[in-house]
């Protein structure tokens, strides 16, 4: 399963690939634009999920490397 985020980053990326094949240099420039500061945003998007994780289990103890890990496991986090 990947995030929103990853999902639209490889959106992103098929979008270059496309433009790129019709020398839009301005749609690639913009696109590519976009997916650097999509993935910029990657480390935020792993923090609200964790953060979601940790304030939704109420009297449990969840501490930030379980948070962490379930989020690892979860998401298809690393790049193959």
């Known amino acids: 399963m990947k995030t929103p985020m990853q999902e639209h980053i490889e959106w992103l990326k098929e979008e270059i690939e496309a433009y790129a094949l019709l020398l839009d240099v301005k749609k690639v420039e913009a696109l590519t634009l976009a997916k650097e500061h999509a993935e910029s945003m990657l480390e935020k998007e792993k923090e609200i999920i964790c953060n979601a994780m940790l304030k939704t289990l109420p009297g449990a103890v969840v ?9 690892e496991e979860t998401f298809n986090t690393k790049e193959k």
């Open 63 to 71: 501490s930030r490397r379980i948070a962490e890990q379930y989020f």
